[in-house]
């Protein structure tokens, strides 16, 4: 209890993005409960320790001190440990043992504090005769709540517990629905606990064995049930969001594809790939391309959107845009031999630029993105993309390896193709957002840069990469041979870009765009074992940003045990939320149409620019309202 009070205010503290009531309190019940459990664990092991040293000792007096030596023993072996065996950020079964070490001295330290403030209630009990009841005041939440002030008064002159940035969620009706989330679990486990203890007395009575024996086999039984009931949800739910994923949006007819999208458009006249297994995300893919001219037949109140009028230049090209879904073809094999046809077919290889595109889990591809790239390039821009999951991209993790390796092979199978071609070769660039980042990155796995110039890969632009991705930790930590550090850049935005450029005095060649706000990109399981470099010493500090991401970590923001998970969970989370039209936490539209300009170089006016800027926003303004699907990457 003394190190669940300590640790609860601090899961107060602002993180990333603004917490309702109720993710406040399944933070603080989640972190809260949880230190309570593991607390409780380490506690028995240390009084198990004090009762083997103290057996058959005849004194009162060390049996009661036994247990307070063995818990201050326990805080400089912790602290020993923990000094002994330094962070390490790929390194799960250090990161444990560290745990353990925090856990071992935290629990020692915690229990001793309570074991003398008990000794000293009792003695000022005693001394003013007050008959036991100042000594049955319970003293756990007290003493912790005082360890959790001194702490953060030590902390003070480092300003670790200043509030300013994001908002703090209304404490009382947090602490409510906190207290509503361990009561929950702790009556579920109370209750789980009385049936097998029951059913183990009554079982024993007529079969062999005794209680102990049956009541570990209920506990067996019972965690077992639960893991069957989680399979049959998870598995069902799945089915579910799948079916969701392929089913034709309302507003679409069977002819749809025949009608509204050109023929160097997959799905359209002449496609080898079908329209009704495209998709869900791949047919409004599809619908979403950008005309070079004006439709004759274009109904009256839509506005000319074309690729001309935009940019007040003709187009050079029509756009190829080829997309194969799942369905299209029964294995990665096939769907890239087909991808690699309908390249064919749409004569993407005779434009100047040919993009390689990893979709998020659902196959969607940004729509801004694409369209923004065919505004640029005059339509003289040809795009390829295979769709490897109809899950959304967290519940699409498992599929990285299969995403990767499909998306390895067509792009090598593109580098043969343009090698093998006469003439003039189109730029080959890499576009990923979300999961989809971290798919393509995946492909270049352990090759630092020196993969990307390998594969023939001239530029590339990621927005918002998860934290998970291994190719962005190789290449952003520490020194690898196979890393040119000045091709690589991680920005919060345009302006943080464009001084890079200038202090470097060449463009990188590979950036990642991460708003220093989404949760998506700091998110990850070592944070329950490691301190990220996010929140070490070079963190970005805060500062606005007029129009754009806010840039920097909160200043009271600081590597929690467990509470840090949790806020970072709720943070992703969070950063997915669909909202208007913009660039903060893990929407990145307004980002687009500069970074796609200076990063792929294609150049454009100011004016333009402006143009393409306000005719994405009605673009994403219309289709919002055709379609109703969620803009912005939670795909």
Same mark, same amino acid.
């Given at each position: ?229 989680? $399979? ?119 434009? $100047? ?50 995403? &990767? ?97 200038? &202090?470097?005095? &060449? ?97 454009? $006016? ?30």
């Amino acid at each position: 209890m003394v190190v669940a009070a300590a640790m609860a205010p601090g899961t107060f503290a602002p993180s990333l993005t603004a917490r309702s009531a109720v993710d406040q309190g399944l933070v603080t019940g989640l972190a809260t409960g949880l230190h309570y459990l593991l607390s409780a664990g380490t506690q028995d092991l240390l009084e198990a320790a004090a009762q083997t040293l103290t057996r058959g000792t005849p004194s009162p007096w060390l049996r009661r001190a036994g247990p307070i030596a063995v818990d201050c023993a326990a805080v400089p072996l912790g602290l020993a440990s923990l000094r002994a065996l330094p962070p390490r950020a790929e390194d799960p079964l250090r990161g444990a043992v560290r745990q353990a070490a925090w856990r071992l001295g935290a629990t020692g330290f915690g229990s001793a504090l309570l074991g003398g403030a008990r000794i000293a209630t009792q003695a000022l009990d005693d001394r003013l005769g007050l008959h036991g009841r100042l000594a049955a005041v319970p003293l756990a939440v007290p003493v912790g709540l005082a360890v959790a002030y001194v702490r953060d008064r030590l902390r003070a002159e480092e300003h670790a517990e200043r509030t300013d940035g994001v908002g703090v969620a209304p404490p009382l009706s947090s602490l409510g629905v906190a207290a509503g989330v361990v009561g929950s679990l702790a009556g579920a486990a109370y209750g789980e606990h009385a049936l097998t203890d029951l059913a183990a007395r009554r079982v024993a009575a007529v079969l062999p064995g005794s209680p102990e024996l049956w009541r570990l086999a209920g506990h067996t039984g019972a965690l077992a049930g639960l893991g069957l009931g989680v $399979s049959a949800v998870w598995h069902r739910a799945m089915r579910r969001i799948e079916a969701r994923t392929t089913a034709d949006v309302p507003v679409l007819e069977p002819d749809e594809g025949d009608r509204w999208v050109p023929p160097t458009v997959s799905g359209g006249p002449g496609s080898l790939v079908a329209w009704e297994r495209m998709g869900r995300d791949g047919r409004l893919h599809a619908l979403a391309s950008v005309r070079p001219e004006p439709l004759p037949d274009r109904p009256d109140g839509v506005p000319d959107l074309s690729i001309g009028t935009v940019m007040g230049t003709p187009a050079r090209a029509t756009p190829a845009q080829v997309y194969v879904g799942l369905d299209n073809a029964p294995t990665p094999r096939a769907r890239v031999d087909l991808a690699m046809a309908e390249l064919e077919r749409t004569g993407a290889f005779d434009r $100047s630029l040919l993009v390689l595109v990893s979709p998020t889990g659902t196959g969607y591809v940004n729509y801004v993105a694409v369209a923004a790239l065919q505004y640029l390039a005059l339509g003289d821009v040809a795009t390829v993309t295979l769709q490897y999951s109809r899950r959304p991209s967290p519940l699409s993790l498992g599929m990285v390896k299969t995403a &990767r390796e499909q998306n390895r092979l067509l792009w090598l199978r593109v580098l043969q193709r343009l090698r093998e071609r006469p003439g003039r070769r189109p730029r080959v660039v890499v576009f990923g957002e979300s999961l989809g980042a971290h798919t393509s990155q995946d492909v270049f796995l352990h090759w630092g840069t020196l993969g990307l110039d390998a594969m023939g890969i001239d530029r590339a632009l990621w927005i918002g990469t998860p934290y998970g991705s291994g190719w962005m930790r190789q290449v952003t930590r520490g020194d690898r041979l196979d890393v040119d550090t000045d091709a690589v850049a991680v920005v919060n935005d345009h302006d943080q870009y464009t001084a890079l450029v200038g &202090r470097r005095g &060449r463009s990188p060649r590979f950036v990642l765009l991460s708003h220093d706000n989404d949760g998506v990109t700091k998110f990850g399981p070592d944070l329950l074992w490691y301190p990220p470099d996010w929140l070490g010493p070079t963190r970005p500090r805060p500062e606005p940003v007029p129009g754009g991401s806010p840039r920097g970590i909160p200043p009271a923001m600081r590597w929690r045990p467990l509470t840090t998970f949790f806020q970072s969970l709720v943070d992703m989370k969070n950063a997915q939320t669909s909202g208007p039209f913009g660039a903060t936490q893990h929407d990145y539209r307004a980002d687009l149409t500069r970074f796609l300009s200076d990063v792929f170089e294609l150049p454009a $006016s100011e004016e333009q620019l402006l143009r393409v800027e306000r005719t994405l926003q009605v673009r994403e303004t219309v289709r919002e309202r055709m379609f109703a699907v969620v803009p912005g990457a939670v795909g």
